[in-house]
């Protein structure tokens, strides 16, 4: 069956540090990938997206590739802000179907001022 | 636009009750999935619903239930409730249809089983 994998977390970094969550997947066929973000007391957020390899999601500063050779959807940001701070998952679902979301168990970050 | 939104926002049931959670979705989406977060987990997907039917289901028991109405908002009925149905429950609107699937996810209800 589908599985993801992430990094455990916490991620503590100061204000304007780069960052990286690791996300590794696996999955028959060709899935697609995402990535939310869930606040404190909120709802899951969808940050960005990708359908097929070598896409690049991006939204709000953060990227992700959909690198197939290596099954990994590796989340980035060149410069993190204290309001960067949440809950990650990295999820994929099927392509066709019911297409239900398969998440991994979430990577907390925290920015420091 | 309206988001997808869920009621109540907090429960408190004791072992063996039952208890409806409630979600509407997303104006123009047709489709609802729920999910089931663990505190500290990933959410796991329970169910999903689409033209009121039910378009298949994790793992979860069969006491875990759930309707979708002709507006497309839905319910998730929980019988026999154990301590470890204790966790945040999420409901995700979507169109099936699109090329790209995306669910979109209500804020939650914070389920306590004592």
């Known amino acids: 069956g589908n599985s993801v994998t992430q990094m455990e977390g916490p991620v503590t970094l100061s204000e304007e540090a780069f960052l990286t969550i690791n996300c590794t997947y696996t999955a028959t066929g060709y899935p697609s990938l995402f990535w939310y973000v869930q606040y404190p007391g909120e709802g899951l957020q969808l940050l960005l997206k990708a359908t097929k390899a070598d896409d690049k999601g991006s939204n709000k500063g953060f990227e992700a590739t959909y690198r197939k050779e290596t099954t990994s959807f590796h989340l980035e940001k060149g410069s993190v802000q204290v309001s960067d701070s949440a809950v990650y998952f990295c999820a994929l679902s099927d392509q066709e179907g019911r297409r239900a979301l398969t998440f991994g168990s979430g990577t907390r970050l925290q920015v420091q001022p | 636009e309206t988001g997808v939104t869920q009621s109540p926002t907090h429960l408190i049931k004791t072992r063996g009750q039952q208890v409806t959670l409630r979600c509407s979705s997303q104006s123009g989406h047709n489709t609802v999935s729920w999910y089931q977060q663990a505190l500290g987990q990933g959410p796991q997907f329970i169910f999903q619903?689409?033209?009121?039917?039910?378009?298949g289901r994790g793992n979860f028991p069969p006491r875990f239930s759930g309707l979708q109405f002709p507006n497309y908002s839905s319910e998730l009925n929980v019988n026999a409730l154990e301590l470890d149905d204790s966790a945040l429950y999420l409901c995700?609107?979507?169109?099936?249809?699109?090329?790209?699937?995306?669910?979109?996810f209500g804020p939650g209800t914070r389920l306590t089983v004592t």
């Open positions: 619903y689409y033209r009121e039917e039910e378009n």
């Open positions: 995700a609107s979507s169109f099936s249809g699109l090329a790209v699937y995306e669910q979109y």
